[in-house]
């Protein structure tokens, strides 16, 4: 337990601008995409083992909470991959293109492709969540 807490104490104190920020990030949505594919695993093996279990499942899917969850789960999907990326080309293609001032500008340009790639997707997302959960626009 004093290992989740030094490495929780370090991951918090430490103040390394971008770079920090962007490695914090960088895991937070890798474990929000895990934890959402072990769902998803779990709940499409239902349908055949217990179909009315998968049912249910589908109808909590629909639930505006579970559409606010999914908004978030494609920032983290865009972001882990855009910054994945970037990490990637800087260790196995550039790293003698390596340096702080690179690094932290890269790290915005990852924030804004995936911005870029987000907002769209999320406005879709709000407006079928409205449309059907309620009744907005028509629906």
């Known amino acids: ?3 989740l807490k030094t490495t929780l104490t370090g991951y918090a104190s430490y103040r ?3 770079g920090h920020y962007s490695f914090i990030l960088h895991r937070i ?3 929000g995409t ?3 594919l072990i769902i998803h695993i779990l709940d499409t093996s239902f349908v055949y083992f217990f ?4 049912q249910h499942a589908i109808s909590l899917y629909r639930s505006t909470l579970f559409g606010i969850a999914e908004v978030g789960l494609v920032f983290c999907v865009f972001f882990h991959g855009v910054n994945g990326l970037r990490v990637a080309f800087f260790d196995l293609i550039a790293p003698r293109l390596w340096s702080v001032p690179k690094q932290r500008f890269s790290t915005k340009i990852t924030l804004l492709i995936t911005l870029l790639m987000w907002v ?3 406005a879709i997302m709000l ?4 449309y059907h959960n309620f009744g907005w626009f028509g629906g």
């Open 51 to 54: 179909p009315d279990l998968y």
């Open 34 to 36: 895990a934890l959402f």
């Open 127 to 130: 407006y079928n969540m409205l």
């Open 1 to 3: 337990m004093s290992n």
């Open 29 to 31: 949505t890798g474990l």
């Open 120 to 122: 769209p997707a999320s």
């Open 16 to 18: 390394g601008k971008e």
